[in-house]
């Protein structure tokens, strides 16, 4: 893990990751490198660098009494003023659809305006993307399910900006599972809306290719994780978080991962997150090259790789934030019908969320759509199969949870 520090708080030990200034006016043809003895020491303390990066995984941290003596940089700090996520009361699906709806909407624009910026070469705001951020959490916390599933409904021409959106609203609602705090969960969120920036360096030809790679075009691809790295290096108000999983999303946990192949323990907690709800996304979307995949067998797909790719605690902790049945999945009921998953109900069972059922699977025919709270009182029906819409011929079955008033 990435930390900007002060020259003061430098040690024998410490793995310099980078200076911050230019490498050019510094005495060594190394921008990377471990800190081994006091002379090297002396030479950057006594030169014109102020603050540089340090890798914690690949040497030693700051000392307990150098951090209390020494405030933490503002980039790292979310203001004071920052209220707070406790205050906001959940909300249903119903109530919040259409404030997520704007929210996704104001969003993507913003995104594709930040994105573009970076691919002409500017740094990137991080005062601005955290504004976006702080609506994103907003939105979670009244209901995670309303804009996690509505970044879902991305088009294969708005993957790239719209699944910036989706990874940073899953980071909140995965943070929020594991407990983090206020100021670690809106780092997770900004770290989830920057974790592709790197992909402005990659051409727009390879990046919205419908067809199979070429072997060159896969490597060019894979450049994007260090590629964003230093794009975020230069941002303003960026913290070492977000730097942390841009350059560490595509990590797995048996060191088969790239771009630094860190393994187990290695691998932050943040980067363990970003790869869970990175992979997600990528497989629940419409790419140029496939179709996505139903939000439930997406997380039997990714709990069969769970053991070598993903830490099991998070992957575990992911599953909880969204549901066994996220929202837009296909059911079958014992009664034979078929509905859509339309919402989560907190502090119920996994197993009965709310469902629109719209078809019978007896008569081979649509019926009146009829909402069902599977964990309601009295109702004896419930899930006993995900189902593929195209088996039953069916086509656009998101418009059930879309629509309260769907009809056939």
């Given at each position: 893990?990435?930390?900007?520090?002060?020259?003061?708080?430098?040690?024998?030990?410490?793995?310099?990751?980078?200076?911050?200034?230019?490498?050019?006016?510094?005495?060594?043809?190394?921008?990377?490198?471990?800190?081994?003895?006091?002379?090297?020491?002396?030479?950057?303390?006594?030169?014109?660098?102020?603050?540089?990066?340090?890798?914690?995984?690949?040497?030693?941290?700051?000392?307990?009494?150098?951090?209390?003596?020494?405030?933490?940089?503002?980039?790292?700090?979310?203001?004071?003023?920052?209220?707070?996520f406790k205050h906001i009361v959940p909300v249903s699906m119903a109530e919040e659809i259409g404030r997520a709806a704007r929210i996704v909407d104001e969003s993507k624009q913003a995104v594709v305006s930040m994105f573009?910026?970076?691919?002409?070469?500017?740094?990137?705001?991080?005062?601005?993307?955290?504004?976006?951020?702080?609506?994103?959490?907003?939105?979670?916390?009244?209901?995670?399910?309303?804009?996690?599933?509505?970044?879902?409904?991305?088009?294969?021409?708005?993957?790239?900006?719209?699944?910036?959106?989706?990874?940073?609203?899953?980071?909140?609602?995965?943070?929020?599972?594991?407990?983090?705090?206020?100021?670690?969960?809106?780092?997770?969120?900004?770290?989830?809306?920057?974790?592709?920036?790197?992909?402005?360096?990659?051409?727009?030809?390879?990046?919205?290719?419908?067809?199979?790679?070429?072997?060159?075009?896969?490597?060019?691809?894979?450049?994007?994780?260090?590629?964003?790295?230093?794009?975020?290096?230069?941002?303003?108000?960026?913290?070492?978080?977000?730097?942390?999983?841009?350059?560490?999303?595509?990590?797995?946990?048996?060191?088969?991962?790239?771009?630094?192949?860190?393994?187990?323990?290695?691998?932050?907690?943040?980067?363990?997150?970003?790869?869970?709800?990175?992979?997600?996304?990528?497989?629940?979307?419409?790419?140029?090259?496939?179709?996505?995949?139903?939000?439930?067998?997406?997380?039997?797909?990714?709990?069969?790789?769970?053991?070598?790719?993903?830490?099991?605690?998070?992957?575990?902790?992911?599953?909880?934030?969204?549901?066994?049945?996220?929202?837009?999945?296909?059911?079958?009921?014992?009664?034979?019908?078929?509905?859509?998953?339309?919402?989560?109900?907190?502090?119920?069972?996994?197993?009965?969320?709310?469902?629109?059922?719209?078809?019978?699977?007896?008569?081979?025919?649509?019926?009146?759509?009829?909402?069902?709270?599977?964990?309601?009182?009295?109702?004896?029906?419930?899930?006993?199969?995900?189902?593929?819409?195209?088996?039953?011929?069916?086509?656009?079955?998101?418009?059930?949870?879309?629509?309260?008033?769907?009809?056939?």
């Amino acid at each position: 893990m990435l930390k900007k520090i002060g020259i003061k708080q430098l040690r024998q030990g410490m793995h310099i990751h980078e200076m911050c200034g230019s490498w050019l006016n510094t005495p060594f043809w190394q921008k990377s490198f471990k800190l081994r003895d006091q002379a090297t020491l002396d030479k950057i303390t006594q030169g014109s660098i102020d603050e540089v990066w340090i890798d914690v995984a690949k040497g030693l941290d700051v000392l307990a009494e150098s951090v209390a003596a020494e405030a933490p940089p503002a980039l790292t700090r979310v203001p004071d003023a920052a209220p707070g996520f406790k205050h906001i009361v959940p909300v249903s699906m119903a109530e919040e659809i259409g404030r997520a709806a704007r929210i996704v909407d104001e969003s993507k624009q913003a995104v594709v305006s930040m994105f573009n910026e970076a691919r002409m070469g500017k740094a990137i705001d991080g005062e601005h993307a955290k504004v976006l951020v702080e609506d994103i959490a907003a939105s979670v916390m009244r209901n995670p399910g309303a804009l996690i599933s509505l970044a879902r409904l991305k088009t294969a021409d708005d993957y790239t900006y719209m699944h910036s959106v989706a990874v940073c609203a899953l980071m909140i609602a995965l943070s929020a599972q594991l407990g983090l705090d206020d100021e670690q969960t809106r780092e997770a969120g900004l770290a989830g809306l920057l974790h592709d920036i790197g992909k402005m360096a990659i051409s727009l030809d390879i990046l919205n290719k419908p067809g199979k790679l070429t072997d060159a075009e896969f490597v060019s691809v894979k450049e994007h994780p260090g590629a964003g790295h230093q794009m975020l290096l230069l941002a303003n108000s960026v913290g070492p978080i977000a730097l942390d999983v841009c350059r560490h999303h595509h990590e797995k946990m048996d060191g088969s991962g790239y771009p630094d192949r860190l393994s187990g323990d290695q691998i932050s907690l943040y980067a363990r997150m970003g790869a869970v709800c990175d992979v997600y996304d990528a497989i629940t979307s419409n790419r140029p090259y496939k179709q996505g995949w139903c939000p439930a067998e997406s997380l039997r797909k990714m709990a069969g790789w769970s053991e070598g790719h993903f830490d099991a605690v998070v992957f575990q902790a992911f599953v909880r934030s969204i549901g066994i049945y996220p929202v837009g999945t296909l059911v079958r009921l014992e009664s034979g019908r078929l509905g859509v998953v339309v919402e989560q109900q907190v502090g119920k069972s996994l197993l009965s969320p709310k469902v629109r059922v719209f078809f019978s699977s007896k008569s081979m025919a649509y019926i009146t759509p009829a909402l069902l709270d599977l964990a309601g009182p009295g109702l004896q029906d419930k899930i006993v199969a995900r189902e593929d819409a195209s088996k039953w011929g069916l086509k656009d079955v998101d418009r059930f949870w879309l629509d309260d008033t769907a009809a056939t």
